[in-house]
């Protein structure tokens, strides 16, 4: 039995092109398709009117590797959440930022996670599988189409860690940049640290960002909410974080995310500081992005009162540290990342096809 093919998604203008001449077509048919894959978004090859209709009839059934939208749900605040159901019926989130100027989607990059931080609803639900290629691109055209304009920022921060499905993440930042067309600039990559991942990035030849997540101050306390860290400690990641900058010369994000009465202390912020100190070259600016924590159903932790945020940032700021404080947006609608697939799933009578 041979395989299926490839979904039309995630290949290049290079690939398409190949693949038009192999179906017995002129080469700027695979240019056409480029054009309607990735900027007028279909789903079904016989929505490329400019194909001949005898061609687009015979490909009707040729996959071109977009999901369904099962769920959408809208915050007051503009934010969009959709649970996407994949070909073999798993089940992902994605979600649309919008602001006067931008338009962010929160990508997921793998179907739950083995990471199990502690804190995570999509820690709490198990690992199922990496997404592929096309999986991650179509949740950008998926938003960018619900909204009707161009997405500008990519992050990676939704469901997985998207160092441990690498070569594939990074596939998907070299298209997200050539074929849809969002610059590398723009593209975020956020990482709880997988051992010699972080030097392995380094020599990609990226302009993306790196944003590393610590959310503890020490091992320890690291530990007990990122169990993987374990494996990882915190002087060795700091350490990959040090080389990456020297070796790629970009600013690493560091991001922290406030556990009211859990690391939110003054002596976490203190600790924090230092090894903030620690990880920069001598004169560096140092920068961190708070994250109140936003509460969810499967664990205990709740979010820090705001005169305790301000505090900790008063802290920080005194150590020389340059803080901002994320808004949470979308709080509205199981905003933390795993609720929204974690509460449809509780609430759906069927499972969905192709999950045990
Ligand atoms: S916080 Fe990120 S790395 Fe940790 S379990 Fe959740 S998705 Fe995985």
Redesign the pocket.
Known sequence: MSAPPLPLLGQSLAALKDWAVEQGQPAYRGQQLHTWLYHKGIRSLQEVTVFPKAWREALQEYPVGRSQVVQRIESRDGTVKFLLQLADGELIETVGIPTARRLTVCVSS?VG?????N?????KMGYRRNLKLHEILDQVLTVQEDFGRRVSHVVF?????PLLNRDTVVQAIRSLNQDIGIGQRHITL???GVPRQIPWLAQQDLQITLAV?LHAPNQELRQQL?P?AAHYPLDALIQDCRDYMLCSGRRISFEYTLLAGVNDLPIHARQLAHLLRQASQAGARLHVNLIPYNPIAEADYQRPHPTRVAEFVRLLEEHHVQVSVRQTRGLDSNAA??QLRGSFLRASPEPAPGRS
């Open positions: 793998q996670c083995p990471m199990a931080c804190f995570c609803a999509t820690g921060m939704g469901m997985g860690e956020s990482t709880v997540s990122i993987s990342c795993g």
